[in-house]
Every structure is written in C-alpha cells, then in structure tokens.
C-alpha cells in the first residue's frame, strides 16, 4: 500500500520529526552564529534571518521524510499540508529560537 502525506501525520511520524528538529534548534542557531553570522550570509536582521533558516530547515527535513515515504516529490497540496503541520508549531519554534539568547 502506498504511503501518503495523510497516512504519515496520522502515524505520527511527521509529528516526532518536527518536535526532534525543533529541540536542535539552539544547536543550530548556534551554529549559524558560529560560521561567521552576519558578515558570511550577509543579512540585515539576525533574527528575520534565524527564523527564515529555521522555518526552511524544518520544512525541507519533512518534505524529505515524506518524499522518501512516497517515492516521489509532494504535489502542491501536499506541500501546503505540510505547511500547515509546521505552521502549527511556530509557537514551540519561537519559544526554542529564544532560548539562544537576544539577536542583533
């Protein structure tokens, strides 16, 4: 039986990976900071800059995971529910972005 986008939030899988992401999130603004921050990537506000990064890494993580669950790329639906699962969890990930301190 193929797998779909829908089979998966409802396993749960898509879930405990976004919640596993958002727990590195520190980590990773850290990182970010680390390689150099603002004079390597050349942007304006640090903070509109970690969210940005944040979003796209924790989207793309799960476009990932549900495109090797199909076998295939996510259609336009798709791609909107997953918007949506993650859009749900901008709170937790605002909350897990501010753990790492004030930004510039």
Same mark, same amino acid.
């Given at each position: ?14 879930? !405990? ?12 603004? !850290? @990182?970010? @900071?680390?390689? %150099? ?14 969210? %940005?990064?944040?979003? %796209? ?36 990930? !605002?909350?897990?972005?501010? &753990?790492? %301190? &004030?930004?510039?």
């Amino acid at each position: 039986m193929e797998s779909t986008i829908i089979d998966i939030i409802k396993a749960g899988y898509l879930e !405990r990976t976004i919640n596993g992401l958002i727990d590195k999130i520190p980590h990773t603004v !850290r @990182r970010l @900071r680390d390689t %150099g921050g603002k004079n390597h990537y050349n942007y304006t506000s640090e903070k509109d800059f970690v969210y %940005g990064c944040t979003f %796209g890494w924790i989207v793309s993580k799960c476009e990932d995971l549900l495109m090797l669950a199909k076998d295939e790329k996510l259609d336009e639906k798709e791609y909107q529910e997953l918007s949506e699962v993650v859009d749900n969890k901008l709170q937790l990930i !605002r909350e897990k972005i501010s &753990e790492v %301190g &004030e930004f510039s």
